[in-house]
């Protein structure tokens, strides 16, 4: 049952503009539409149900077993949704300017969005030994492959002698990538974020546990109202602060999806975002006498070549032949659930058509 939330009630009413709310969706709507349903905003997730907003109040959808009632598609954080005006259930998910997905973690590997409608995402690292350049291809390759491109943002430049040195082999994974490095304990410092940070634009923090994501969020929002955790001594790993996905309207009209932590980032059908991060290799590659060259004692090999001549990084080579594959284990792994889910949903199907109505209903 749909149950009414008070929408910000610390806060001035909201409009569906405020939340973001463009021609493009208004495209999607016909006038029929907008006189009987009433657009949406998925702004949290729940593990029982989702919270929308309407920018004047929010609404509790219940959640099926294949997302939310009555929508034949798992929604993300971001999403919009159509509100049937008279009952207040999603009647239609609307087409997506972008998402972010990936393999869900555990044995079932379905796949699972993260967040939709994001104009930037910000993948956030620190300036401490949790800096990686491996993983941060990961989260690159994430958001290429999504279509929106992304600004490093590197937390804990305070702890650290030379932060610009973390700036400088961030840049390296892709020419002309903006990396900011920023103290999220000091406005100032996170004012370098402002060209991104505009009224209606939707933004998305991604990034593993403790690495400061939640006090960027606190610095950007004017306000500590977020609960920061502290990092673990000895291995300067984070805690969890963060628990569920969540949109947040800042003072300054900026949307910002905030994620927890992510440890197990998995790629799925990522192929062409992990195509756009390692270009250079890519074109390597097409160099290549043999189509399907395996670039390890295959003749007049232009990647080999290359890693003798000193022109291409052995750590990139290695993490994006780690990624390829991974992303192909991926597709299969998702697969192979999606063809179990329509062999269970079939027999379910012959099941009930087999029933005979009992002409009584108890």
Known sequence: MN????????????????????????????????????????????????????????????????GILRLNEQPAVGDWVLLEKST???ARLLDRTSVFKRLAPGAGKGVQPIAANVDTVFIVSSCTEEFNLNRLERYLCLALDSGVEPVVVLTKADLAEDPQNYCRRAETIRQGMPVMAVNGHDPESVKVLEPWCRPGQTIVMLGSSGVGKTTLLNALNGSNIHKVGDVRKGDGKGRHTTTRRTLHVLPSGVLLVDVPGIRELQLHECRDGIARAFADITELEQQCRFADCSHENEPDCAIRMALQDGEVDPRRVDNYRKLLEEADEGLQAASGKQRRNAARAAIARRRGAGRKPSGKRR
């Open 88 to 90: 207040m259930l999603p």
């Open 3 to 66: 149950e009414s939330l008070s929408a910000f009630p610390h806060e001035p009413e909201r409009t569906i503009s405020d939340l973001g709310w463009s021609d493009f969706f208004q495209g999607q709507c016909t006038a029929e539409d907008l006189e009987n349903l009433l657009p949406a905003r998925v702004v949290s997730m729940h593990r029982g149900h989702v919270v929308v907003s309407t920018g004047s109040e929010e609404h509790l959808l219940p959640v099926a077993d294949k």
